[in-house]
T-cell receptor, first 110, second 114 residues
Framework: RKEVEQDPGPFNVPEGATVAFNCTYS??????FFWYRQDCRKEPKLLMS???SGNEDGRFTAQLNRASQYISLLIRDSKLSDSATYLC???????????FGTGTRLKVLA | DTGVSQNPRHKITKRGQNVTFRCDPI?????LYWYRQTLGQGPEFLTY????????KSRLLSDRFSAERPKGSFSTLEIQRTEQGDSAMYLC????????????FGPGTRLTVL
């Protein structure tokens, strides 16, 4: 079983739609969680950190459920510019390395 | 530009040759990480440094791979006797201990082994 699992998609949604991605992780002692965005042939860019209390940044909301070992990302009012791959990231306990999921591809259609 | 920089951006080499990549982190960042990414996959961890100390290496990092960060600033990643399976994007990231574990990535070096 992979340490971090994501549905690779693609998710094709119309502009203005709300879309949600989930990611599960296997190490219950994992200590920090992030969502990154990656455009084609570019480097990953930090979208947001994920906290147990949940956090929101504009149209983006991230949630962490430690009991069920998953994190989620919700994008409201999708824009064409949101089209990208969204990478789920987990840091295991006792280290600072990132464990990435395979990424979920999102295409927002006009 | 004060972000993470990597050189070269592209490298094409023949199987069996040695290659070296350089990463310059954000100036006050004391942790530096190397990852490798192949098409359709998320990045995979290779190794990381805190200042000049190499604190962790992945089992993926065979003895043909070596990384250094001699003065706790820039880092180099060398691959000896390259193989076609080494073709990938090599990403460097840095972070600042005092600001949690948010890592900032450079543009990567794309390696093609013929």
């Amino acid at each position: 079983r992979k340490e971090v699992e994501q549905d690779p998609g693609p998710f094709n949604v119309p502009e203005g739609a709300t879309v949600a991605f989930n990611c599960t992780y296997s190490n219950s002692a994992s200590q920090s969680f992030f969502w990154y965005r990656q455009d084609c042939r570019k480097e990953p860019k930090l979208l947001m950190s994920v906290y147990s209390s949940g956090n929101e940044d504009g149209r983006f909301t991230a949630q962490l459920n430690r009991a069920s070992q998953y994190i989620s990302l919700l994008i409201r009012d999708s824009k064409l510019s949101d089209s990208a791959t969204y990478l789920c990231v987990v840091t295991p306990s006792g280290t600072y390395k990132y464990i990435f999921g395979t990424g979920t591809r999102l295409k927002v259609l006009a | 530009d004060t972000g993470v920089s990597q050189n070269p951006r592209h490298k094409i080499t023949k199987r069996g040759q040695n290659v070296t990549f350089r990463c310059d982190p954000i100036s006050e960042h004391n942790r530096l990480y190397w990852y490798r990414q192949t098409l359709g996959q998320g990045p995979e961890f290779l190794t990381y440094f805190q200042n000049e100390a190499q604190l962790e290496k992945s089992r993926l990092l065979s003895d043909r791979f070596s990384a250094e960060r001699p003065k706790g600033s820039f880092s180099t990643l060398e691959i000896q006797r390259t193989e076609q399976g080494d073709s990938a994007m090599y990403l460097c990231a840095s972070s600042f201990v005092e600001r949690g574990n948010e890592q900032f990535f450079g543009p990567g070096t794309r390696l093609t082994v013929l």
